[in-house]
T-cell receptor, first 116, second 111 residues
Framework: GAVVSQHPSWVICKSGTSVKIECRSL??????MFWYRQFPKQSLMLMAT?????????EQGVEKDKFLINHASLTLSTLTVTSAHPEDSSFYIC????????????FGPGTRLTVL | DQQVKQNSPSLSVQEGRISILNCDYT??????FLWYKKYPAEGPTFLIS?????DKNEDGRFTVFLNKSAKHLSLHIVPSQPGDSAVYFC??????????FGTGTRLKVLA
């Protein structure tokens, strides 16, 4: 099956610093990738939709200046949490849409961000 | 407003018995549904899906039932195995590719 990787899997940073998370589709091309956030014991909340070569579409309530998304190629999307604060601590998961299986998203393993 | 709801946060089932996980939705425009399984600190993995033109889809031990009039779907796992212990999310496809996830049900299969 299609494989999506995320890097890093776990990151701890100081408040005020920026953190970049990478999402890669390893064996397929993904014109569209998604970024989710999950708080403990809660659902996955879609943050933004990332389309290759164009600006990301953010969900209501998500600050686009805080969560910068870049989808520079068909296999890579990055999420940068700028000026991170403790309330940004969460589990961030990306998914990728296989253009030939448009109904199914393939998820990465997630990145746990802890902001001190 | 939660458009996809899983009202049971947790479920315990004896090994070998049937597990039934439920999901309700509010938007009648949803026409494709999926179930995902998730272990702690991992991304969700796809289990099974169903289109609104069907009322049942089966794959091995997993069967999904869809009742459009009630806006309800369920996932049946039989027989349940300890390795099935995980959090299960249902999701509805909104538009072309956007998923709306439920809140999840934690299944524990007791050996």
């Amino acid at each position: 099956g299609a494989v999506v990787s995320q890097h890093p899997s776990w990151v701890i940073c100081k408040s005020g610093t920026s953190v970049k998370i990478e999402c890669r589709s390893l064996d397929f091309q993904a014109t569209t990738m998604f970024w989710y956030r999950q708080f403990p014991k809660q659902s996955l909340m879609l943050m933004a939709t990332s389309n290759e070569g164009s600006k990301a579409t953010y969900e209501q309530g998500v600050e686009k200046d805080k969560f910068l998304i870049n989808h520079a190629s068909l296999t890579l999307s990055t999420l940068t949490v700028t000026s991170a604060h403790p309330e940004d601590s969460s589990f961030y998961i990306c998914s990728a849409l296989d253009r030939f299986h448009y109904n199914e998203q393939f998820f990465g393993p997630g990145t746990r961000l802890t902001v001190l | 407003d939660q458009q996809v709801k899983q009202n049971s946060p947790s479920l315990s089932v004896q090994e070998g018995r049937i597990s039934i996980l439920n999901c309700d939705y509010t938007n009648s425009m949803f026409d494709y549904f999926l179930w995902y399984k998730k272990y702690p600190a991992e991304g969700p993995t796809f289990l099974i899906s169903i289109s609104s033109i069907k009322d049942k889809n089966e794959d091995g031990r997993f069967t999904v039932f869809l009742n459009k009039s009630a806006k309800h779907l369920s996932l049946h796992i039989v027989p349940s195995q300890p390795g099935d212990s995980a959090v299960y999310f249902c999701a509805a496809l909104s538009g072309t590719y956007k998923y709306i996830f439920g809140t999840g049900t934690r299944l524990k299969v007791l050996a």
